[in-house]
């Protein structure tokens, strides 16, 4: 059985508790996947497999984890493997205990069927972009003032939804109705001369 002597000092570091688990999960790993090759990546045990990060495990001050790279395509998103809310990192939460963790026989399932994955190539699906804020309604003030300079209102009106909300959300937010008058001013001024909200700091 290959494996990393810095994994082992790894083991030898951990709190008490988590030392048998992170033993046990290793030595599943390299039951179900022979060719596993173990490394050290982001400061924790890391097992590869087909080219790819297979699994991998830490340990903490309270806790263990131990969980695949494909988590959701081999356990199911936001699942323990026994069905139990999933808490923590890791494929199957906060571990303090070996009973913390599924049975032998459904971590080797799983551990095979993040091989497979590897073998076949699979990819992790790329996370999904947040759909971007539309920009809040302009305050009547704003509006007004625009009607007093067109240059001011050029500007706002080619920002993107992202910059206008920057100005309006500063406007709005003043507690004061002179602190907003100032804000409305200043912003006018800025704007009329082609700049966003924070560009003092954007060739910082």
Known sequence: ??????????????APFARPILVHVRALVHQACPGVEETIKWGMPTFMHAGGILCG???????????????????????????????????????????????????????RKAMKLNEDGVKVPAARKAAPR?????????LAAFKQDKAAQATFDAFPPSCKREYIEWIVEAKREDTRAKRLAQ??????????????????
Request: glycine share 8%.
């Open 1 to 14: 059985m290959p494996t990393d002597p810095r994994i082992d000092a790894y083991i030898e570091r951990a």
């Open 57 to 111: 495990m830490a340990a903490f001050k309270q806790h263990a984890s131990f969980g695949f790279w494909k988590h959701a395509m081999v356990v199911g998103e936001g699942e323990r493997a026994d069905e139990k809310p999933r808490d923590g990192m890791g494929s199957y939460g906060k571990l303090t205990a070996l009973d913390d963790l599924p049975t032998k026989k459904i971590l080797l399932a799983h551990i």
């Open 187 to 204: 912003a006018v001024e800025w704007l009329a001369e082609g700049k966003r909200r924070n560009w003092k700091y954007e060739n910082c």
């Open 134 to 142: 539309p920009a809040p309604e302009t305050p009547a003030d704003l």
